[in-house]
């Protein structure tokens, strides 16, 4: 039998067991931080520190440019993902564009 048979064949296999209740698969545990709260002042240093108007902001974090105006107003507060979004920038002022969501 060949290498990519015997390959298929073990994983065809451990998918059964699987089915039957009879493997017993590991589980990745994570401690994940909670995401902070961010006030208007940090929004727009955030924003500013990414040297980005409040249009091509909001168009990065997928939302209007009232919400971020809203925002750094004090009006509205960042969301659950806005907020997760916003320490990841805040940690790695490049990932927007190592990510591709921009082109500058």
Do not use: C, H
Request: avoid cysteine; hydrophobic fraction near 40%.
């Amino acid at each position: 039998m060949s290498k990519v048979s015997e390959s298929i064949m073990r994983g065809l296999q451990e998918a059964l067991e699987d089915a039957q209740g009879k493997r017993v698969l590991k589980k990745r545990t994570y401690n994940i931080l909670p995401v902070r709260d961010y006030d208007a002042t940090e929004v727009k240093e955030i924003r500013n520190s990414l040297d980005m108007s409040q249009s091509f902001f909001a168009m990065f974090m997928g939302v209007s440019k009232k919400t971020v105006e809203a925002w750094e107003s004090g009006r509205n507060m960042p969301d659950g993902p806005a907020r997760r979004i916003l320490s990841m920038v805040q940690i790695d002022p490049g990932l927007p564009e190592r990510y591709n969501i921009v082109d500058m």
